[in-house]
């Protein structure tokens, strides 16, 4: 008989969140959060092969809500979701010179809340954010590298910097 080998168990750091898994954001829109699970499973099995890891039941912050800052490339204030909003000054984000093939690049806060109302699983952070960047450009970032939490960050609420790269 074939012994089991211990379940993985994902890096406790409190500060660096989800930065052990990869994943492509590309525009897709996904149905449900079941569909969506089984591709990341499935991305993370393509990728990383035997040093796979996805449990999307794991919770990975225990919080209610949180805020996220990101980048992307927006058209207009229009692509803002309602839960979002500019971390720069209007005017200079949307000057001339900072335009590039109809798009602007901006950094962007959103606020999340947990799905079940008391803290974030993997799978629920992550389907947030496959939404929350649906209508937006990323470039060529647009590989998910992990969450990092600010620290003396003095807002109301827990403040994450999502990281994408090349």
Known sequence: MKKEEPAKKRNDNPDSVLSDIVWAFNRKPYDSQIDFDREIERYQKDILKSKAYWNGDEVVINESEIEITYEAWIKDLDDLKSN??????????????????GFFQV????????????????????????????????????????????????????????????
């Open 84 to 101: 979002e909003e500019l971390l720069e000054d209007e005017g200079d984000v949307f000057d001339a010179d900072n335009e590039y093939s």
């Open 107 to 166: 950094e962007i806060s959103a606020k999340l809340q947990a799905a079940n109302g008391r803290s974030f699983s993997a799978l629920d952070i992550m389907y947030q954010m496959e939404h929350q960047l649906s209508n937006k450009e990323l470039g060529d970032h647009i590989f998910f590298e992990g969450f990092q939490r600010a620290q003396d960050y003095n807002g109301p609420l827990p403040l994450y910097y999502m990281i994408c790269g090349s």
